[in-house]
């Protein structure tokens, strides 16, 4: 394991220094590998050293390096010292290095491979909760909601997999002026009928001819405040009909949630807090925020210098409360029910001004955990289309991937002998999907690209399953030839070392992860390590080897292919056994 050479090569340097070497961990890191170029294992930075005041912050750099490098010792575990630019290189024993490696992976302990480093000691692991996803109810869900969701879902799974206690909230947009638009609009173009046979086609089609229609026709727009009002004063007719939209839409979600392997623990929405709602106006005019704008509407001045240059509006002017209010409310309930340590919300990048709007009220409030709330914002998919047209449901999404990925693979002999190629086909389509929205930063929009995104080749989430089923194939087929030991000498080719130098950083690409919270610090690592795998399948064949040296290699193989696995399922891709 990569803790139990930094942790050696700390010692030596706390000896050294006369330091304690949990001082010298931050600043150890292991070198990125290049194809078939031999390099370090670990390089220590100096200038991380001089910020930590280990070593002075004013002299040469460059003689600091070369005068630490000299004064340091090869050992049993550390064979080469070198000076680089402002780093110390340090090459470990290529026998230990195999050995420590590959040896949690005969003992059962795969599925927590990297993640008892010591590089976690440090992160403040306590109650997380993630909200996510949060479609609008009585519509369709629209992929632009597809990015919330496998976000939230890796977030939830980074942090769940590094020990922490994670809440899982789907916060639903179940309240507000289109429940108005809505519920007129019901009972003007709906159908109970057509409820029943395709609910949310028809809610979708409704929501559409009412908008229109409360465009030009003033009686509509206050056919629907009306509605609203009667909501909010829950009156049984409307309260009924809105409590039908808000299951049947849960209940379609939960479908495509099945699909996409994610899971919330609790739904709640926007209509839980109208009530609550209420109590922040009062707690926000009694600490006297409170302010009347000249147009009636209830707003908190945010401007630094008080001269209502920056306002909030909290509350219309015929009383009703808007999304900011509720915000306001579920934040305070959600840290009196769950006193959560962090609160992660992941929504769009336009958002932004609403999140930065809600934290400073709160703070305002006296609610001091509001500096522990996070807004993770990402930015739009551009050209997202199906063959059929151009509003895109994010089923016809997912059925579309499924369906060019079952094509795909039809050309291949492998598919025949599936069990259920649909359901691998879903599974690597869905991959697929989640690398392609991954490998970048989350703030940057960009374009979808059917063609690119299916891809066998090239950095794709076909790529990661490929590799991973044919792993898994290889472990299939020589059955009986893994032992529980293994010879580390037989496994020095630069192609092995190669791989285990690249998986030394695993545990550094998830702290690194934790700390940015962006998926693509794991998925580039990923996918190296799935290019690193394909060198080594030609320059390390099992078949035809020795027994002692094919246990080695499958080994290393059945290693590689377990980190690969724990490192999809961070991600919310199910690795698949066969293609």
Known sequence: MACFFRRSIAAQLGRTLQQSE??????????????????????????????????????????????????????????????GSAVVNFKVNRKLLVQKMLEPFGKDEDEKYGLNSELFHTLKRGTTLVEYSSPNIAKKFHAGHLRSTIIGNFIA??????????????????????????????????????????????????????????????????????????LEQRESQAVSLWQQFREITVDEYQHIYKRLGVHFDIYSGESFHQDQAQEVVQQLQSRGLLKTSEKGTGVVDLSPSAD?????TVLRSDGTTLYITRDLAAAIDRQEKYNFDEMIYVTDKSQAGHFQQLFQILLSMGQSWADRCEHVPFGLVRGMKTRSGEVVFLEDVLDEARARMLHNMSQTKTTKEMDDPEDTAEKVGISALIVQDFKGPLQSDYTFDWDRMLQTQGDTGVFLQYTHARLCSLVRRNEGVEAATFDPSLLLEQTSITILQHLLRY?????????????????????????????????????????DVAQARLRLFSGACSVLANGMRILGITPVNKM
Request: with cysteine; aromatic share 8%; proline share 3%.
């Open 308 to 312: 209502m240059s920056s306002v909030c």
């Open 157 to 230: 799974n980074l942090k769940q997999s590094l020990g922490y206690n994670v809440i899982r909230m789907n916060y639903l947009g179940d309240w507000g002026m289109q429940f108005g638009l809505l519920g007129a609009g019901f009972g003007l173009f709906g159908s109970q009928e057509k409820l029943k046979q395709n609910p949310l086609q028809h809610l979708f089609e409704v929501y559409v001819q009412v908008n229109k229609e409360a465009e030009n026709n003033e009686d509509m727009k206050q056919a629907a405040q009306d509605f609203f009002r009667r």
């Open 507 to 547: 545990d550094e690409v998830l702290y690194l992860s934790a700390q940015d919270l962006q998926p693509k610090h794991l998925v580039n690592f990923l996918l190296k390590l799935c290019h690193l795998i394909a060198s080594a399948h030609r320059e390390l064949p099992v078949k035809g080897s020795s027994q």
């Open 22 to 83: 949990d001082a010298f961990i931050p600043a150890l890191s292991a070198v990125a590998v290049f194809k078939k170029q031999q390099n370090a294992d670990f390089k220590l930075s100096i200038s991380a050293l001089r910020t930590n005041g280990i070593l002075p912050s004013n002299g040469d750099i460059q003689m600091q390096t070369e005068d630490l490098a000299a004064q340091l010792k090869q050992d049993s575990v550390v064979e080469d010292i070198s000076a």
